[in-house]
């Protein structure tokens, strides 16, 4: 398999987390977002969105971060990433979907980019609105654990699963730009639980193969 | 079941078109957004995250609209929404998150009021920020659905699925916010064969109880 992806991206960094946690081998391929690598002919022909992550399965290509996970899991069922039952299956997604639906998309680079150059807002307010949407964010995410009999040592129990490789990277996104962190204890001791572990660990941003 | 929903939420359409495609009953609870009902304190009982659609099954209360979705079909399995092979699993998932996560978030109502309320956005600037993000959003739902095999009358195969129960809010918004569609050929040729059915024409907004 080869992932195209870029360090920074923290939706890539929620599919190296799955591989990692599945202990699947991969081609490391970075599209440097920042540069505009993405746009470049070579990858437009392989996708569609022009975005990262994309995994390549033999001839197949998958797109969107929760979609190459649930894949992972269905195609390498183990160890699970998500639980059997339907009601908790949608407990994972919907956790997840709070992140990759309602956090992520506001903060996207494109998005940031438009504020400042289509929009005329200034860095600082830019700056403002990111830290909005992650802090109230992750507000949501926190009251949905605490009130979750589901939650253990991570979002789902006591081993990491899909909602676990969305909630570090939007962590990690949170912390860079400064914001609040204080009113998510839950999602913090998750996030360390988390980072504890070596799939966590080694594929984050600075570990990766085009951090800079 | 019940569905606390929204006339005018793309969200709670989605929803609403997949248990008519499933056939299954409910009861409509309306959740008036614009009067903020979504914060009363009855709601955020039963809502951590104050959003629409909350699906409830007996006790038990699930959220997201994709995360719904994919409950109902693992409940109620015919017909089925999903495909079975996990490649095109991935493929309708991923269209759907093309929506669901580049698209949709943007445009929420929750955003463009902070848009113009707190980032002091014009309202001609929102529209055209609307417009953006459906029209550039649309076109990668376009180029996926042109250069893919697996489509047919809809985004998969010839029978209604998830991707359809999320392509056809997607143009209601858009064509509430007039923004371009002739250059979606393919996206408008499958919104109007779902049009044709009751499942997607009998839980369109205006065919709502709450609808004004």
């Given at each position: 398999?080869?992932l195209f992806?870029y360090?920074?991206?923290?939706?890539?960094f929620?599919?190296?987390?799955?591989?990692a946690?599945?202990?699947?081998?991969y081609?490391?391929?970075?599209?440097?977002l920042?540069k505009n690598?993405?746009?470049k002919?070579?990858?437009a022909?392989v996708?569609?969105?022009?975005l990262?992550?994309?995994l390549?399965d033999?001839?197949a290509?998958v797109?969107?971060?929760m979609a190459i996970?649930?894949?992972l899991d269905?195609t390498?069922?183990?160890p699970?990433?998500l639980?059997?039952?339907?009601?908790?299956?949608?407990?994972?997604?919907a956790?997840?979907?709070?992140?990759?639906?309602?956090?992520h998309?506001?903060?996207?680079?494109?998005?940031?980019r438009?504020?400042?150059?289509?929009m005329g807002?200034?860095?600082?307010?830019?700056?403002?609105?990111?830290?909005?949407?992650?802090e109230?964010?992750?507000?949501?995410?926190?009251r949905?654990?605490?009130?979750?009999e589901?939650?253990?040592?991570?979002c789902f129990?006591?081993t990491?699963?899909?909602a676990?490789?969305?909630?570090?990277?939007?962590?990690?996104n949170?912390?860079r730009f400064?914001?609040?962190?204080?009113?998510?204890p839950t999602?913090?001791r998750?996030?360390?639980?988390?980072?504890?572990?070596d799939?966590f660990?080694?594929?984050?941003?600075?570990?990766?193969?085009d951090?800079?």
């Amino acid at each position: 398999m080869e992932l195209f992806n870029y360090f920074r991206s923290s939706a890539s960094f929620r599919v190296r987390i799955a591989l990692a946690l599945k202990g699947l081998d991969y081609d490391y391929r970075s599209v440097h977002l920042a540069k505009n690598e993405q746009f470049k002919e070579s990858y437009a022909a392989v996708s569609a969105s022009r975005l990262v992550p994309l995994l390549r399965d033999g001839e197949a290509s998958v797109t969107q971060s929760m979609a190459i996970i649930e894949y992972l899991d269905e195609t390498h069922p183990e160890p699970p990433l998500l639980p059997r039952e339907a009601l908790d299956r949608a407990y994972v997604r919907a956790l997840s979907q709070d992140i990759a639906c309602e956090i992520h998309p506001l903060n996207n680079l494109r998005v940031l980019r438009y504020l400042t150059q289509e929009m005329g807002v200034s860095d600082e307010n830019k700056d403002r609105w990111y830290r909005h949407w992650v802090e109230t964010g992750l507000e949501v995410v926190e009251r949905r654990l605490v009130g979750e009999e589901r939650a253990g040592a991570f979002c789902f129990g006591d081993t990491p699963g899909m909602a676990d490789c969305l909630l570090v990277p939007q962590v990690f996104n949170a912390q860079r730009f400064h914001a609040r962190l204080d009113h998510v204890p839950t999602v913090m001791r998750i996030h360390e639980a988390c980072m504890k572990l070596d799939a966590f660990a080694k594929t984050q941003p600075s570990a990766c193969p085009d951090a800079e």
